[in-house]
């Protein structure tokens, strides 16, 4: 089973700055399988990226995704008020799993 | 627009049986697997399995094996994720979740979850 490490497990951020989410691999992933997804507090989780740097259907562009083998970044290049919320990265291909989380908070 | 509808909250008793459903609309509901996925309290996400409604072709987590039953009615576009006997342990949310993939000589190769269901909270409380 490849497990994922999240870092930071916690991001404090104001509006308008810069987020770097890191994911990394215990091995490496296939073809860059690896996808992130945002959730909010009592809401389900959504698709961001896949295929570690496309984005889903109405995913605003100042999400990007990056990075392959074993380590992967998620940037939101400029925080609006709706962007925090806890990410979280997965590896799919033939036994998907997710990292812990990292929860993006107004500092 | 592609929906997952999964069934109400339910509150239980250890030792008591439960199932759950998820309701596919929208898409052609027997050309995709249908995931499951464990959130307790606080806490992370977990895969727990995955079904293909089409031929009911069902692969568990090795976390989850033997603990839950996923079934599917294809005629009825619905998966289900079942347990005989809960535990307080078995308390969380429970997703489904659309996941393109396929077979080949034996395994299985799934795609990044694209829709998700709105979550079933399962309570198991004496």
């Known amino acids: 089973e490849i497990v994922l490490t999240q870092s930071p497990g916690t991001l404090s951020l104001s509006p308008g700055e810069r987020a770097t989410l890191s994911c990394r691999a215990s091995?490496?992933?296939?073809?860059?399988?690896l996808a992130w997804y945002q959730q909010k507090p009592g809401q389900a989780p959504r698709l961001l990226i896949y295929?570690?740097?496309s984005r889903a259907t109405g995913i605003p562009d100042r999400f990007s995704g990056s990075g392959s083998g074993t380590d992967f970044t998620l940037t939101i290049s400029r925080l609006e008020p709706e962007d925090f919320a806890v990410y979280y990265c997965?590896?799919?291909?033939?036994?998907?799993?997710f990292g812990g989380g990292t929860k993006v908070e107004i500092k | 627009e592609v929906q997952l509808v999964q069934s109400g909250a339910e509150v239980k008793k250890p030792g008591e049986s439960l199932k759950i459903s998820c309701k596919g609309s929208?898409?052609?509901?027997?050309?995709?697997?249908i995931g499951w996925v464990r959130q307790m309290p606080g806490k992370g996400l977990e895969w727990m399995g995955i079904?293909?409604?089409?031929?009911?072709?069902?692969r568990y987590s090795p976390s989850f094996q033997g603990q839950v039953t996923i079934s599917a009615d294809k005629s009825i576009s619905t998966a289900y994720l079942q347990w005989s006997s809960l535990k307080a342990s078995d308390t969380a949310m429970y997703y489904c979740?659309?996941?393109?993939?396929?077979?080949?000589?034996?395994?299985?190769?799934?795609?990044?979850?694209?829709?998700w269901g709105q979550g079933t909270l399962v309570t198991v409380s004496s």
């Open positions: 079904i293909y409604p089409g031929d009911s072709d069902t």
């Open positions: 979740a659309r996941v393109p993939g396929y077979c080949s000589g034996g395994s299985c190769y799934w795609d990044y979850f694209d829709y």
């Open positions: 091995q490496s992933v296939s073809s860059s399988y």
């Open positions: 295929g570690a740097s």
């Open positions: 929208g898409y052609s509901f027997t050309s995709y697997w």
């Open positions: 997965q590896q799919y291909g033939s036994s998907p799993t």
